[in-house]
């Protein structure tokens, strides 16, 4: 008949010397069951918390002060970059976009030269280029408007609240 296998539990597992063997044989509800506390120098070469300096934590960017001030790491004041658009950079930008927009035909003479920029222009230059070329807005063509999810509120006369006609009342009804 085949004999039972089994590990060896005090084989790689600390088991309890002296008084703490003697207390776990009478308190413990199986005395047979390992610990379950690996023998340190058994299995893993140089066993854990045997080496004699101690750790220190490595040196970042993140770890010198000087690099690493409160208002970068303060992630509550994260607030959204801005961006600035000069007037003489919006100006360029609406004489750009108010012609045609279409893609012209590749040219066969290629030069190294780069395109010359268009020489900078008030605001108030570049809105009448624009308008002048062609009506902006027309009834059928309204500028942009937020979009709302309720109606706006148009104030309308109600019928005033009851009182003395002869006495001073100014207060004016609307819904």
Same mark, same amino acid.
């Given at each position: ?5 089994? *590990? ?33 120098? !058994? ?5 854990? !918390? ?13 770890? $010198? ?5 409160? +208002? ?39 030069? $190294?030269?780069? *395109? ?7 605001? !108030?230059? *570049? ?12 009834? $059928? ?11 706006? +509120?148009?104030?309308?006369?109600? *019928? $005033? ?15």
């Amino acid at each position: 008949m085949a004999t039972k296998k089994a *590990a060896e539990s005090t084989l790689y597992h600390l088991s309890p010397k002296g008084f703490w063997k003697k207390f776990r044989e009478v308190a413990a509800v199986n005395s047979e069951i390992s610990s379950g506390l690996p023998i340190q120098g !058994a299995h893993r070469f140089p066993p854990p !918390a045997s080496r004699p300096e101690r750790y220190s934590t490595p040196a970042t960017k993140a770890s $010198d002060p000087a690099q690493n001030p409160y +208002w970068k790491r303060d992630v509550r004041r994260a607030y959204p970059q801005l961006s600035v658009v000069t007037q003489s950079q919006l100006s360029q930008l609406l004489i750009e976009h108010s012609g045609v927009q279409s893609v012209a035909a590749p040219e066969e003479n290629k030069s $190294d030269v780069p *395109a010359q920029a268009p020489e900078p222009t008030t605001l !108030a230059q *570049a809105i009448a280029t624009v308008t002048s070329a062609s009506k902006v807005y027309t009834e $059928d063509k309204l500028p942009p408007a937020l979009p709302i999810p309720f109606q706006r +509120w148009q104030p309308k006369r109600s *019928a $005033d609240a009851p009182h003395d006609p002869f006495a001073y009342f100014p207060m004016v009804m609307y819904n």
